[in-house]
């Protein structure tokens, strides 16, 4: 997107007054953000049970409001029902934090499919629910940055690990996605749009218990 747009040319008159509409609908374009969480409201938020409840709350943390998610063997996230025009806004930002990994387990089995934070973006089928789509931002416990797998569940569903291992414990961490090329990458489409976001902190499969907190969640035009 741009990251800037200086008009050089002497114009005057109409041509002056449309080129400067011109310049301030570009930068207004540029600057434009989709708000969907700023760890203090959760008003438009509804939970999604799986088995058991994580617990979620909101709370301050390192200074910071956060929404703090701990998960006893249990995996529930909270979701927000909206319509993103990925043409428009397509970079996905977010800040968390995690306390703990889990151990020992495989990612891309069903027996190991937990995660002490993830983000994730849906794209509805409709009625054609079989065509729901996801893809799932995930701070992995071993699998490598940058690596992407099936969700062990579904295929509609792809992981990328953006973070992984305990080396980062404690510590907040800023992310930033273009969810357009990565639906595109895995699932070989241009889609524009996705209809809901999602946080999930669970650990339900392999029966441990994971600690991680969320700060601000937005959509920008860069």
Known sequence: ?????RCTYRITGTAAAALAALCIGYLAAAD????????????????????????????????RPALLARSRASA??????IDID???????HWSWRIDNILGGHDETAKSGDDYPARVYVVVSGGVFFWRTRAVNYVWSSNRPVGSTWPNAYTGNAKMIAVRSGGGELGL???????????????????????????VMTDS???????????????????
């Open 32 to 63: 434009q953000r989709i708000d969907l969480f700023n760890g203090a409201n959760l008003s438009d938020w509804q939970p999604k049970e799986f088995t058991g409840q994580t617990q979620y709350s909101l709370v301050s943390a390192d200074g």
């Open 76 to 81: 529930s996230g909270l979701y927000r029902e």
């Open 1 to 5: 997107m741009f990251r800037f747009f």
């Open 172 to 198: 907040w961490r800023e992310e930033r996605r273009n969810v357009r090329d990565d639906l595109r990458r895995l699932f070989g489409e241009d889609i524009t749009r996705i209809n809901a976001v999602a």
């Open 86 to 92: 990925l043409t428009q806004t397509p970079y996905l």
């Open 204 to 222: 339900d499969d392999t029966g441990g218990a994971a600690t991680a907190y969320y700060g601000d969640l937005y959509f920008s035009a860069r």
